[in-house]
């Protein structure tokens, strides 16, 4: 069982009602067909407005698709459903990380009690072995077991990221999701965040589905590409391939334009 | 990854701790606890402090001037009132009356705002707004008027004034609740919670009341400011608490019939209202600061 999850016949239609002298905007997404292996790192990239985060957001089930199915871990998801509160399965399998760290941690509480979170609504644990659970997360995602007691205005940016990927981590999910997860970070704290992922990776065998916009890190963390356009795949397959041989006009612009940066190599 | 094992720190503040230490740091925000302390001692502990009965009338020492007064003697702190009462217990139990029934209807005000405005912020749409709106004729007509209608209404007395003013205040906390939740609601972090499998009671209690102290503490001294003056207002124009129980308001009417015979009647009743809204005032404003302040420093 090496498949850990498999979306097919993804749609989502977004049409505003036609008003008056206005044409009616209409923007769909898919059909997506998309498969992760298990310890895959998946890059979604595409330019503004393609509709990666929509997809992003799907997977994790906070927006709710028009038709479609998603499978995770051989379990069958129909994705036109918003989660129930009660499908504690899919929070433990798969986590997001959200686009802005900051916003997505609660200013009003600390740290432990922002991890705690999850494990009170999804897991059985009593009060100490959460704590232990939660230092543990803590020291492995590189921030000391103080850090508990932080609240948000405390911590860095680098910090807040690192407690977003311990709050993701911490219920050992099979595949996580990112929405830019290295956008806001300098170029040592994101490599540090990049050789922890890795890490992460090898240690829980963690699917990572993550999209970017810096397409060094997606050749150097990505198994697999997936490009966008307008709300279609437009181009799939192995990274090197992709950036070797692009096939579509959009693929091509992206990677010439990423290696005008990187002279020493050429377009064969 | 440390490499080393660090020491852990020892002591870690907690929330209130914190609090206390940045609300310590403004002086007047301190004294001003300090004086509602004092007056929230007297309400507690009335009859531990009150030397006298404050309904007991002495025939024999009617009008007596505070003690600081050439004429006053010890035995009366505060002097006594044309029927002899001795001003200082009936300033005392006052408190207990003023100050106690405004906590206890601005506690009540404040529970049911945040409930009903805590599910209009939860529901959408045409539901959200009829809930909203449930209490918002009472926010045309202001505070003092809506209960001396409902006095005129239900006959006077402390507990209908009490009523009235609970049912004048609500609205303003529907109001804010409501618009607070309803943009926590859009923030991220609510919606990393409901993708922990957070239900709308959890998110509510875990996520957004943390958040909420700071307006609660805002909206709260507020109100029990506004209902320390209406309840005395009440009992001044004799709507509120009738006359043999002591209440700051009604002891101001009293006294003021004999306001130039025996102007202290006047004065020291109106002096402790007066210190009872600049603490309450003064303690909100520190505490606010200091809630503030502890989670940007």
Known sequence: MNEVMRVSDLVFEHSRKKRWLKKPEIFRLGPIELSVQRGETVAIIGENRAGKSLLAKML????????????????????????????????????????????????????????????????????????????????????????????????????????????????????????????????????????????????????????????????????????????????????????????????????????????????? | MPQFSLYEEEFQPSPWQQTWREFRTSHAAFIGLFILGLFVCFALFAPLVAPYDPIAQNIDALMIPPSWNMNGTISHLFGTDSLGRDLFSRIVYGCRVTLGSSLLLVLVALMTGVTIGTIAGMLRGVRSSIVNHLLD?????????????????????????????????????????????????????????????????????????????????????????????????????????????????AILADGLDVAYLAPWNVALPGLAIFLIVLSINVVGDGLRSALRKRLSR
């Open chain 1, 60 to 268: 994790v089930g906070t927006i709710a698709a028009d038709s479609g199915e998603i499978c995770l871990n051989s379990q069958r998801y129909n994705a036109a459903q918003t989660p129930s509160p009660k499908s504690h399965h899919r929070s433990n399998d798969i986590r997001m990380i959200f686009q802005h760290s900051s916003e997505a941690m609660n200013p009003g509480i600390t740290v432990g009690k922002i991890l705690n979170e999850p494990l009170r609504l999804n897991t059985n644990l009593d009060e100490v072995e959460c704590k232990q659970l939660i230092e543990n997360t803590l020291v492995k995602v590189g921030l000391l077991r103080e850090h508990y007691f932080f609240y948000r205005h405390m911590l860095s940016d680098g910090q807040q990221q690192r407690v977003a990927l311990a709050r993701a981590i911490i219920l050992q999910p099979k595949i996580l999701v990112a929405d830019e997860p290295f956008a806001a970070l300098d170029p040592s704290i994101r490599s540090q965040t990049v050789n922890l992922i890795l890490q992460l990776q090898k240690e829980l065998g963690l699917a990572f589905i993550f999209i970017s916009h810096n397409l060094g890190i997606v050749r150097h963390l990505a198994d697999k590409v997936i490009v966008m356009e307008n709300g279609q795949i437009v181009e799939s397959g192995k990274t090197e391939t992709i950036f070797r041989w692009p096939q579509h006009p959009m693929t091509k612009k992206l990677i010439l334009s990423y290696q005008s940066l990187v002279p020493q190599q050429t377009l064969r």
């Open chain 2, 137 to 249: 004729a009472l926010m045309a007509i202001p505070t003092l008027l809506i209960a001396i209608i409902i006095v005129a209404i239900l006959g006077t007395g402390l507990v209908n004034s009490m009523w009235a003013i609970t049912l004048a205040l609500t609205p303003q906390f529907i109001h804010h609740t409501r618009s607070f939740v309803r943009n926590e609601m859009k923030k991220e972090y609510i919606l990393a919670s409901k993708l922990d499998g957070a239900n709308h009671w959890q998110l509510f209690f875990h996520s957004i009341l943390p958040n909420m102290i700071e307006m609660l503490v805002v909206q709260g001294t507020l109100a029990l400011s506004i209902a320390v003056i209406d309840i005395s207002a009440l009992g001044f124009l004799n709507l509120g608490a009738q006359p043999p129980l002591p209440e700051l308001g």
